[in-house]
T-cell receptor, first 113, second 115 residues
């Protein structure tokens, strides 16, 4: 079935360093969403990308959707301890067999102060 | 606070038993989704209901079933429990029926431990 792969699984950075997580789909996606889950918390919606090649920014976070709509990335500039958590991408496959979001396994970010 | 509530917060039960997890969506949301989160499998979509009707099905075992009631709250029933069913179960809600296209609001989750 359709899969969304996310790498790396873990990332440890020093505060102030940059961080990037990558998401790849086996099939073309209709859209992609990104969620953040703090330790002990629940996933919280960050953003949705819909258009091919789309780039969106939220303060220090930059989200990209690939031209072929099969991959996406989240880049955090100058990480802070508040960025700690697991970042999930979730691909939309409208019309697919599941008809719903397919989550990657997430990238767990730890930030050393 | 997402506005989605889930009860109970924690549940400990034995193998072979049956449990019911409950979810109340955000006010006005018609779609409810259930997810299972385990350490090695990430977030697995189980099932979606929209306004009382099943809308989409994911990797839900036959031992699991769900329903959405007229007041829009939902219940996930897990039966013949196995050790491998131990996980965090999240409920999420959204306003519309397209589960892939609208922001989903997650509840705090129910941690199920099967011993």
């Amino acid at each position: 079935g359709q899969q969304v792969m996310q790498i790396p699984q873990y990332q440890h950075v020093q505060e102030g360093e940059d961080f990037t997580t990558y998401c790849n789909s086996s099939t073309t996606l209709s859209n992609i969403q990104w969620y953040k889950q703090r330790p002990g918390g629940h996933p919280v919606f960050l953003i949705q990308l819909v258009k091919s090649g789309e780039v969106k920014k939220q303060k220090r976070l930059t989200f990209q959707f690939g031209e072929a709509k099969k991959n996406s990335s989240l880049h955090i500039t100058a990480t802070q301890t508040t960025d700690v958590g697991t970042y999930f991408c979730a691909g939309g496959n409208y019309g697919g067999s599941q008809g719903n979001l397919i989550f990657g396994k997430g990238t767990k970010l730890s930030v050393k102060p | 606070d997402s506005g989605v509530t889930q009860t109970p917060k924690h549940l400990i039960t034995a193998t072979g038993q049956r449990v019911t997890l409950r979810c109340s969506p955000r006010s006005g949301d018609l779609s409810v989704y259930w997810y299972q989160q385990s350490l090695d499998q990430g977030l697995q979509f189980l099932i979606q209901y929209y306004n009382g009707e099943e809308r989409a099905k994911g990797n839900i075992l036959e031992r699991f079933s769900a329903q959405q009631f007229p007041d829009l709250h939902s219940e996930l029933n897990l039966s013949s429990l196995e050790l491998g069913d131990s996980a965090l179960y999240f409920c999420a809600s959204s306003a519309r029926d397209r589960g892939d296209f609208y922001e989903q609001y997650f509840g705090p989750g129910t941690r199920l431990t099967v011993t």
